[in-house]
């Protein structure tokens, strides 16, 4: 059994900052496949940027060169780095996690979830 705590959401202004921090407890393996995703009102969930256990990361057209998706192993933790943020990455955040290797931005390939955390981005 895996638990994820999401936190560091927030309310910014455009083109400002956000740290998202995923706190995993549980069965959790330094290869496992990590990943955050989010759903904004009335959309369907996507994908933003997925870690492999090798390390290798895959990001959304639309969040490219300006999140970074990283992991600290030792904490157990998943950070996602929001920089330029946008209005349009308004949307509540998930981190998710599954004992695949291959990195993956398909919420099919994820067995564990966090509770969310949302961000709002005015202008």
């Known amino acids: 059994q895996v638990v994820l705590v999401d936190s560091g959401g927030g309310s910014v202004q455009a083109g400002g900052s956000l740290r998202l921090s995923c706190a995993t407890f549980?069965?959790?393996?330094?290869?496992?496949?990590m990943a955050w995703f989010r759903q904004a009102l009335g959309k369907e969930r996507e994908g933003v940027a997925t870690i492999g256990g090798d390390g290798r990361t895959t990001y959304a057209i639309s969040v490219k060169g300006r999140f970074t998706i990283s992991k600290d192993n030792a904490k157990n933790t998943l950070f996602l780095q929001m920089n330029n943020l946008k209005p349009e990455d308004t949307a509540m955040y998930y981190c998710?996690?599954?004992?695949?290797?291959?990195?993956?931005?398909?919420?099919?390939?994820?067995?564990?979830w966090g509770q969310g955390t949302q961000v709002t981005v005015s202008l």
């Open positions: 998710a996690s599954d004992y695949g290797f291959k990195a993956s931005l398909r919420d099919e390939d994820y067995s564990y």
């Open positions: 549980g069965s959790t393996y330094s290869n496992d496949r």
